[in-house]
């Protein structure tokens, strides 16, 4: 995509986030806290090596997309590894290859970070979305459990 560009999310980016965020939860039928919003972009704009870390896609200088992602450690890996937690592109856009620039991103970024592993989740009916991943990763045959209430 020529006119694409994705960089970290920044101070200013707080509106074009949120809009985004909020499709992102509507798809998944949920909603959040306004301080939920606030908690979650101050880490996302944080320094702290420890929190999530944004990237913004932008297409024509209009904001069209968001991933978050996490280093985080592992017993399996001397080297820490990338969660993708969230990933969202607008509807109107899809298809485009901003959801696959979007997650490249996150792969240099685990690879500036000696990351060897970048993994998420997703819901089984998001076809859209699983379209995209089958053609950047790899399906593997973990279920996940949460606990129980």
């Not at 509106?15 to 509507?26: E, F």
């Amino acid at each position: 995509m020529p006119d694409l560009q994705i960089r970290a999310l920044e101070h200013d980016d707080r509106a074009d986030w949120a809009r985004l965020w909020k499709l992102y939860l509507q798809f998944y039928k949920t909603t959040l806290p306004e301080r939920v919003y606030d908690s979650t972009f101050r880490r996302l704009i944080s320094a702290d090596e420890h929190e999530f870390s944004g990237l913004i896609a932008f297409l024509d200088e209009q904001a069209v997309g968001i991933t978050h992602y996490l280093f985080h450690r592992s017993c399996w890996s001397e080297q820490n590894v990338c969660y993708l937690q969230d990933l969202y592109v607008d509807q109107s856009v899809r298809g485009t290859g901003a959801g696959r620039a979007l997650i490249e991103a996150v792969y240099s970024a685990a690879d500036e970070a000696d990351a060897p592993s970048v993994y998420w989740h997703t819901q089984h009916f998001n076809y859209e979305g699983r379209r995209l991943y089958d053609r950047v990763g790899q399906l593997t045959p973990f279920l996940r459990y949460d606990r129980a209430k």
